[in-house]
């Protein structure tokens, strides 16, 4: 369940130094495969595969000063928004993410404020865990 997802992946930005690379929160661990692969439909496998290289191609887009929305992830509609983060910086593989704007409803909603840096991976596994995958 995603809610789960983020509150772990939340729960674990706690203790990352908020300029820390090396600290990145993680995509997932090579054990546990491809997510998309898992999926036991063909179809489904493709889904999985066209929304994981639609996310990579959008955190490609994203430039130091954007805006973009972590609740739901990636969602273009920013009025409906319910956790809004700045760009702070990034590199090809990771992403420093500022909450600037966060519904006190959102499981993202203890994290206000803060400024945390994700690897790509993670942030894609985020966006296929909330899509079902």
């Known amino acids: ?46 889904g999985c595969q066209r929304d994981r290289d639609k996310a990579h191609a959008y955190l490609k887009t994203l430039n130091q000063g954007d805006q973009a929305c972590l609740d739901p992830m990636f969602n273009p509609d920013m009025t409906n928004c319910r956790a809004r983060v700045e760009v702070e910086d990034q590199d090809p593989t990771a992403i420093q993410i500022h909450l600037i704007d966060v519904d006190p409803n959102s499981s993202w909603a203890p994290k206000t404020g803060q400024k945390i840096w994700f690897e790509n991976t993670a942030l894609v596994d985020l966006y296929l865990q909330e899509k079902g995958f």
């Open 1 to 46: 369940m995603l809610v789960v997802a983020v509150a772990a992946t939340a729960a674990a930005c706690a203790t990352l130094a908020p300029d820390s690379r090396l600290n990145a929160v993680k995509g997932p661990a090579p054990e546990l495969g491809d997510r998309c692969a898992r999926a036991t439909d063909i179809l489904v496998q493709k």
